[in-house]
């Protein structure tokens, strides 16, 4: 773990910051992408968070408002940086989508909510873990580049399916068309979700999953 510090952009705090030099990992991931192994705790230190002023980034030293300083000042994003009961790991994850959403970065908000959804989820907290996949959707379907890449659209279905939005995950199946996937592993992928969205699964799956249930 290498420790070191960065000064807000905003407010000119000292941060302290973590980051992870080195890991093994497995290519084994859950079917919206996340890391498993030592990837996956490395995946907390991606996005850091000024404590004084709320300020959420990749790195604090950069401004990723692109000078829209209002954002922070929003209801919206300092209800969120104020909730005591949101758990910082997902917090940071989520104010950094709204600044990303905001400036109109939806690719970007998209993997950043996404990643919160993650660490509500295993806080425990469903309702934030459902609103994350929500605001994942949303950027994704805002984005022009997901229904031409076979890897993103994958996580979009997968964070329809996880919400319990199977319509939706199905439609967005058909809308791709597993016809027009090119890589073996997404087609198989393809048909292994829509197997789920079938039967209404909700659960959290693998990437193994996909060869053993697939041929």
Not at 12 to 38: A, C, H, M, Q, W
Not at 105 to 132: C, P, T, V
């Amino acid at each position: 773990m290498d420790i070191g510090f960065q000064t807000c952009i905003i407010c000119n705090n000292k941060v302290e910051t973590k980051n992870v030099v080195s890991s093994l990992d497995s290519d084994v991931t859950n079917l919206d992408s996340r890391p498993k192994g030592i990837a996956r705790i490395a995946e907390k230190n991606f996005v850091n968070l000024c404590e004084k002023c709320g300020y959420a980034s990749f790195n604090l030293e950069l401004d990723i408002t692109e000078g829209h300083h209002e954002i922070l000042q929003s209801d919206e994003y300092l209800d969120i940086f104020h909730n005591p009961d949101l758990v910082k790991d997902a917090k940071k994850f989520y104010l950094t989508g709204l600044i990303l959403k905001y400036c109109e970065h939806y690719q970007k908000a998209a993997y950043s909510f996404l990643r919160a959804s993650w660490f509500f989820n295993d806080s425990g907290n469903k309702e934030w873990m459902i609103k994350s996949k929500k605001m994942t959707i949303d950027a994704f379907l805002n984005d022009e580049f997901t229904f031409r890449n076979e890897q993103q659209c994958s996580v979009l279905i997968d964070c329809y399916r996880r919400i319990g939005d199977f319509d939706g995950a199905i439609k967005v199946i058909k809308e791709f068309g597993i016809e027009n996937v090119k890589d073996e592993y997404y087609q198989k992928l393809f048909k292994y979700e829509l197997k789920l969205s079938l039967a209404q699964d909700s659960c959290i799956h693998c990437s193994t999953d996909v060869y053993e249930n697939i041929e």
